[in-house]
């Protein structure tokens, strides 16, 4: 009954849109697009396809959702923790962003920073400039960065190898911890791997420390790095929104661990900071990591709100390629794929976790 559900809504779908001299099918994804897109993480012009223009969107909202989510559980997490804090002000500041940032809608939270720019920041010839090499305008925020050069790719392939090493120093730690209850300095060991090597590779290649500054060039500015109001009003909105969240489902996952740890652990005297890592946020994991991932899925859904300031994500290409295609049923059916997509690999990867970082009972 479902097949055949689906067959007469399939069929009557096409046979409408041949009615009305609709085309079908996906191949308007090899014609020419004819549109530009403001932000592209890969080479795009109006001459480039549709398809390539669909990538471009889908790699703009992987983007944003991609340091929108390290972003939120950091501040979430800090939030989440401060919220229990016995210092009175700092609680009470913890309180204050979690009820506003709450209770207000993320699209507002969208326009309110996506306004800050443009009302309130100068034009880019009377550009702000808070630190040397940093230029605040309405056009957004242009960075100094390194110029590139070769050594930059050989120092991310040796952060890489420092982050393997590690996972191999913590598993070879904890076997010796249980083995011998003798414990290693595995974060200081850590740190010195993941800046060490990185820095010793820069070392070899002989040091370079040239600069990418930007200048203003005409009513812009060129070189460096060079972040959109509307990357940045998008960032914030959904970061600070999602973080409120976040920040709860952390405070709810530390309560949820009975006072009998935390007192076993400081009578043992292990400090604070080391109660909290060894102890408390272990079994706290359990509460927060469900919570905690329908939030990071929240938040990349809630990118697709980034038409409503001007983001090229994918939504808005998608929008710009039925306007311009008229396939309507194509274009829907590509944004729910693409969003689906995210979303099963965002929920694998925290079902993985939480799996991992499941307390076994012996």
């Known amino acids: 009954m479902v097949g055949l559900l689906g067959y007469y809504l399939v069929s009557n779908t096409l046979h409408n849109l041949e009615k009305q001299s609709i085309a079908t099918g996906f191949g308007f994804i090899h014609q020419e697009s004819s549109f530009e897109i403001g932000e592209?993480?890969?080479?795009?012009?109006?001459?480039?396809?549709?398809?390539?223009?669909?990538?471009v969107g889908a790699l703009n909202t992987l983007y944003v959702s991609f340091i929108g989510i390290v972003i939120t559980v950091t501040l979430g997490t800090f939030m989440g923790?401060?919220?229990?804090?016995?210092?009175?002000?700092?609680?009470?500041?913890?309180?204050?962003?979690?009820?506003?940032?709450?209770?207000?809608?993320?699209?507002?939270?969208?326009?309110?920073?996506?306004?800050?720019?443009?009302?309130?920041?100068?034009?880019?010839?009377?550009?702000?400039?808070?630190?040397?090499?940093?230029?605040?305008?309405?056009?957004?925020?242009?960075?100094?960065?390194?110029?590139?050069?070769?050594?930059?790719?050989?120092?991310?392939?040796?952060?890489?190898?420092g982050c393997f090493i590690v996972y191999l120093v913590r598993?070879?730690?904890?076997?010796?911890?249980?083995?011998?209850?003798?414990?290693?300095?595995?974060?200081?060991?850590?740190?010195?791997?993941?800046?060490g090597l990185p820095l010793l590779t820069w070392w070899m290649a002989g040091t370079p420390t040239e600069l990418n500054m930007p200048k203003l060039v005409g009513f812009n500015f060129i070189g460096g790095l060079n972040l959109s109001p509307e990357f940045i009003a998008l960032l914030l909105g959904l970061v600070l929104y999602t973080a409120a969240f976040v920040a709860e489902a952390v405070r709810?996952?530390?309560?949820?661990?009975?006072?009998?740890?935390?007192?076993?652990?400081?009578?043992?005297?292990?400090?604070?900071?080391?109660?909290?890592?060894?102890?408390?946020?272990?079994?706290a994991l359990r509460v927060i990591i469900p919570p905690l991932t329908s939030q990071m899925l929240n938040l990349t859904k809630n990118s697709s709100l980034a038409v409503a300031i001007g983001f090229p994500d994918f939504v808005s290409v998608a929008n710009t390629t039925i306007n311009q295609t008229g396939q309507a049923v194509e274009g829907v059916a590509l944004i729910m794929l693409v969003y689906l997509f995210f979303s099963l690999l965002t929920s694998a990867f925290m079902n993985w976790y939480n799996k991992k970082m499941a307390i076994v009972e012996r």
């Open 81 to 161: 923790v401060a919220r229990l804090s016995t210092n009175w002000l700092v609680s009470r500041l913890a309180a204050i962003y979690i009820e506003v940032m709450q209770n207000i809608p993320v699209l507002l939270q969208l326009f309110f920073w996506y306004a800050i720019f443009y009302e309130t920041l100068p034009s880019p010839r009377q550009a702000l400039n808070p630190i040397t090499g940093v230029f605040l305008c309405n056009r957004g925020v242009a960075f100094t960065v390194p110029k590139t050069h070769p050594a930059h790719a050989y120092m991310a392939i040796a952060f890489l190898a």
């Open 252 to 283: 709810a996952g530390i309560q949820s661990v009975s006072k009998g740890q935390t007192e076993a652990a400081m009578s043992l005297g292990l400090r604070p900071p080391m109660v909290l890592n060894l102890v408390i946020l272990p079994q």
């Open 171 to 195: 598993r070879w730690a904890k076997k010796r911890q249980e083995r011998t209850g003798q414990l290693f300095p595995v974060f200081r060991v850590s740190v010195g791997l993941l800046l």
């Open 40 to 55: 592209s993480l890969i080479d795009y012009s109006a001459a480039s396809s549709y398809g390539r223009a669909l990538i």
